[in-house]
């Protein structure tokens, strides 16, 4: 990552980030879903 032009935020974010040796992905994924262990289908309590 090339440094000029970054602010501190950006720079303290991906310090000692390297790619991911299996999948080369930068960052880790940000993920916006969940899934849930239910006893049976339907409970949810």
Do not use: W
């Amino acid at each position: 990552m090339k440094d000029a032009g970054h602010r501190l935020e950006t720079l303290c974010i991906h310090a000692g980030q390297e790619p991911d040796p299996v999948h080369g992905a930068v960052m880790t994924p940000i993920v916006l879903s969940s899934t849930f262990a239910q006893k049976s289908p339907g409970t949810y309590d």
